[in-house]
């Protein structure tokens, strides 16, 4: 465990800095080029720790994957749906992308395995998931309470379901879609509400057919055959959304960042903090690419409070514990309602950006389908505060120590290796003491 001493004085934001490659996009893009047929190259590949655990989990499943850290490439010979036995466990750690993942692509494979997890998934339930994937035809065995370590053997006769989704959760529905693509029949998903979309456009580049109604998600039958393609993976948009919060907050700022996806299932922050009186700027827009990209230049602005709507929350998921730092430096009171589904997903994570935000004098009420923030909060350092090993609440809280000059300690900071190991050095290299 480590430990990270902030300074004791405010910065703020000038120059470029480029996010690394999208970490939801590249989960899928391993695991697709991984069941395809033939050569996968994918550029822009991220080397973080959740990564390199689904890049093991896939190798020991058979795929041939080549990495050339030094220019962020990544080469994939798929192995055509033909999953390699194994005689020993799969270890995911606490990548809960992959666990959710990984269930739907085992279902349809006749081998058995055993798939075990890190402390934190051996604790967390995958009933409602379990469930619907063995009503397909898989069969799951869990050790304890439905949670992790799980026996799982697919089959090769899978059967579409429909699913009337009673959670918006964007893993459930992609661990689905991945059984559907080999299932005999069609697989639909009656939507709640819109979730992030990474895994419908994948799943279409290489070759399945997917088709998305405003209403319906429907995974077609008889498409099955996955062919390896080249990919270039935007930059990460919770990456970004660290920059832009701590640019609209640190008077005087002013930063771009280059190629940043902006898949619209995944830029609900950009639209919160228009809502709170921001003007982003969006240059160089891709054309014909697989995912949309664009350049962003973000200027410090006055924020004031607003209300986000349930619609709005599954575009929020990752950048909550940064709302909520955003809220209590605007003016006036800012109210995220219809929390319920993802209160049900990161509970922990809402729980501890509470109690970590307070001991900076940040206060807020988080209810189980609603959080309150009160703005024009000062920040007054109480005690040295702890990413929980929350690779969010770390970054969100580095932010937090650019915006005052009462230095603490954020204990365990090697979380933010996760997702962005560079982070601190890149946010380095932007920061300019006031």
């Known amino acids: ?237 919770s990456s970004a959304a660290m920059y832009i919060a701590g640019a609209l907050l640190s008077e005087g700022s002013q930063i771009t960042l ?15 903090v228009k809502q709170m009186g921001a003007n982003i700027g969006i240059e160089n827009r891709s054309i014909n690419s697989v995912e949309p990209f664009g350049d962003l230049v973000i200027k410090a602005q006055k924020l004031h409070g607003t209300v986000i709507s349930a619609k709005q929350v599954p575009f929020i998921i990752d950048e909550i514990p940064l709302i909520a730092l955003l809220a209590s430096q605007a003016s006036g009171q800012t109210i995220i309602d219809g929390i319920h589904d993802v209160y049900l997903q990161i509970s922990d994570r809402l729980i501890n950006m509470r109690t970590e935000l307070a001991k900076l004098g940040i206060v807020m009420q988080v209810h189980d389908d609603q959080i309150i923030v009160d703005g024009n909060q000062e920040i007054k350092v109480k005690d040295d505060v702890d990413s929980h090993n929350d690779h969010r609440i770390a970054m969100m809280l580095c932010i937090a120590s650019i915006l005052t000059d009462q230095p603490f300690k954020i204990k365990n900071i090697e979380a933010i290796d996760v997702s962005y190991p560079g982070f601190i050095a890149d946010l380095n290299k932007v920061l300019v003491t006031k």
């Open 1 to 237: 465990m480590f430990d990270f001493n902030t300074q004791p004085r405010k910065f703020k934001f000038q120059g470029e800095v480029t996010v690394p490659g999208d970490k939801s996009i590249a989960h899928r893009a391993i695991m697709f080029g991984a069941l395809a047929d033939g050569v996968t190259q994918i550029s822009n590949f991220m080397y973080a720790d959740d990564l390199a655990v689904t890049v093991k989990a896939f190798r020991e499943l058979g795929a041939k994957i080549h990495t050339e850290i030094s220019n962020k490439d990544m080469i994939i010979k798929g192995v055509n749906h033909q999953l390699k036995p194994l005689d020993h466990p799969l270890q995911i750690d606490n990548v809960g992308t992959l666990r959710s993942l990984l269930f739907g692509v085992l279902a349809s494979s006749t081998n058995a395995y055993e798939v075990q997890g890190g402390k934190y998934l051996s604790q967390r339930p995958t009933s409602h998931l379990v469930s619907l994937l063995k009503e397909m035809g898989a069969s799951y065995q869990p050790t304890t309470e439905q949670a992790l370590p799980m026996q799982i053997t697919g089959s090769n006769n899978l059967q579409g379901i429909t699913y009337h989704q009673d959670i918006s959760n964007a893993q459930i529905k992609s661990s689905l879609i991945l059984a559907g693509i080999y299932a005999n029949s069609d697989t639909k998903l009656i939507r709640k509400l819109p979730t992030r979309n990474h895994t419908e456009i994948l799943a279409n580049y290489f070759g399945a057919d997917v088709t998305v109604d405003p209403e319906i998600i429907t995974v077609h039958a008889g498409h099955s055959d996955l062919r390896g393609q080249d990919l270039t993976i935007p930059g990460d948009f």
């Open 258 to 272: 280059p190629r940043v996806g902006l898949n619209t299932t995944r830029i609900g922050l950009l639209n919160v």
